[in-house]
């Protein structure tokens, strides 16, 4: 068998796909990096990609007010996962969008290189938000970090077969802010029967996926700040 080699056949030239539903995916970590927002809250942004696409993801780790967040567990489980026993970070560089120029650049970030190219299977759920324009954009919240055969990290430790991501539930949210999260399709039901003359009601075609706009510090980047409920 012989093979001519062909540099628009590589698999760098092939189209990535975007995750764009609830789901459990295994996935390669292409990046990973702390994100400060202005309130004082950081956060540790995963770009992940997979067999079915990629896309990007925030773990909470720090409160406005300086205390850990619920996210410093899930970094606890993950490192569990790989085997890592201390976690540093050190300069990384990632494809931020610059307000100024109006493009994606290459920004020096405090990134975990160590975590970098590991496989690990996440459990994603979307969660919609109303834009300040109106309409509707989602992001993917973290349920959990699982190891690759679908056990949680207390499950490998114990020995126990995988049984937790059989309990997680994937329906849909939507923020409606002020700390208001309901069920996605529950709201949609409630439009229909309360305004029937809205516009859609269809899942948005344009949402705006974090692995397009990875640390983007514009409008949706201010509304994540002001929705976050510690």
Not at 52 to 61: A, C
Not at 124 to 140: A, M, N, V, W
Not at 190 to 209: G, I, L, Q, T
Request: with cysteine; net charge negative; charged share 30%.
């Amino acid at each position: 068998m012989n093979f001519k080699f062909n540099k628009e056949q590589t698999d760098d030239k092939r189209e990535v796909g975007v995750l764009d539903k609830s789901g459990i995916y295994t996935v390669s970590i292409r990046n990973a990096y702390i994100k400060r927002m202005q309130s004082g809250a950081e956060a540790v942004h995963f770009d992940v990609f997979g067999a079915k696409g990629g896309t990007g993801f925030d773990v909470w780790v720090t409160k406005k007010n300086g205390e850990q967040a619920f996210g410093c567990g899930h970094i606890q489980s993950l490192m569990g996962i790989l085997g890592i026993k201390e976690l540093k970070s050190g300069k990384g560089t990632a494809s931020l969008y610059d307000v100024n120029c109006g493009e994606f650049v290459d920004t020096e970030v405090e990134a975990f290189p160590d975590l970098i190219d590991k496989i690990v299977v996440v459990a994603l759920r979307r969660k919609f938000y109303i834009k300040q324009t109106g309409d509707e954009g989602y992001r993917f919240e973290l349920l959990c970090f699982l190891g690759a055969d679908y056990r949680r990290y207390s499950e490998i430790e114990s020995g126990e077969e995988a049984q937790y991501y059989k309990t997680l539930k994937f329906n849909d949210l939507i923020d409606l802010g002020n700390g208001n999260v309901v069920d996605y399709l529950s709201y949609k039901n409630d439009m229909k029967k309360n305004a029937p003359s809205y516009k859609s009601f269809d899942d948005p075609k344009d949402f705006e996926s974090p692995l397009m706009r990875q640390g983007n510090e514009d409008i949706a980047e201010q509304n994540i700040d002001e929705s976050l409920p510690f």
